[in-house]
């Protein structure tokens, strides 16, 4: 992980410097900081992009160490539309492609309560989905549906497409408000995935 005047694979600038140590110190615990509570002033926009496939990169440049992607995924916040990395005393625009996280892993937990669905983030979080951490489904641009999961705080998780279709396997029909909808159910909740007539007729 880099400290102060060591270089990343993407370079580094006194920007991504004092983030990189603020970002440490405030990790320390080996929490979540709460960047909820945090409010300072807006110091500019960092040359960091999120790309659709959930790397990150610095000046255009990967950043290759998966330890600095993590540190620096702890301290992302939303506002908006808008994303930042944000510590006690600045907070710095970066730009997100999509979604900031990929869920990459699935795990499928049976138990009285019904199913719960656990996912791992490309940053190495275990989410499960539930009420709080629900399953959104858009359409793609090659068509079908891209499902997203809510990790916390606006912050998203985009589910590559090998879970998506064993989530499609999962699937069941429900009648919602007196329409026939395809979905899954985690946690107790039913997340609904498109109009089931629709999927009927793709099938």
């Known amino acids: 992980m880099a400290n102060q005047g060591q270089s990343t694979d993407a370079g580094t600038g006194p920007g991504l410097d004092r983030l990189t140590a603020a970002a440490s110190t405030a990790s320390a615990s080996g929490k979540l900081p709460p960047v909820h509570l945090w409010n300072p002033p807006f110091c500019g926009d960092l040359d960091i992009r999120i790309g659709s496939d959930g790397s990150w990169s610095y000046m255009g440049t990967p950043i290759g160490r998966p330890a600095l992607v993590r540190l620096f995924s702890t301290i992302l916040k939303r506002e908006g539309d808008k994303y930042f990395l944000v510590t006690p005393v600045e907070k710095v625009g970066i730009r997100v492609d999509d979604a900031p996280f990929m869920a990459v892993e699935m795990r499928v937990e049976l138990g009285q309560g019904g199913r719960l669905l656990h996912f791992r983030t490309n ?8 009420a709080a951490h629900r399953l959104r489904f858009e359409p793609g641009e090659g068509g079908g549906l891209t499902p997203y999961l809510h990790v916390r705080a606006g912050l998203w998780a985009k ?6 279709y ?3 396997d999962m699937g069941e029909e429900r009648m919602i408000d007196g329409r026939a909808v395809f979905g899954l159910e985690s946690g107790g909740d039913f997340f609904p995935m498109a109009d089931a007539e629709e999927v009927r007729a793709a099938g």
């Not at 940053?123 to 539930?130: F, G, I, K, S």
């Not at 589910?159 to 998506?164: A, G, I, N």
Request: proline share 6%; with cysteine.
């Open 166 to 168: 064993e989530l499609v």
């Open 123 to 130: 940053v190495d979080d275990w989410v499960a989905c539930d």
């Open 159 to 164: 589910v590559t497409r090998p879970l998506y």
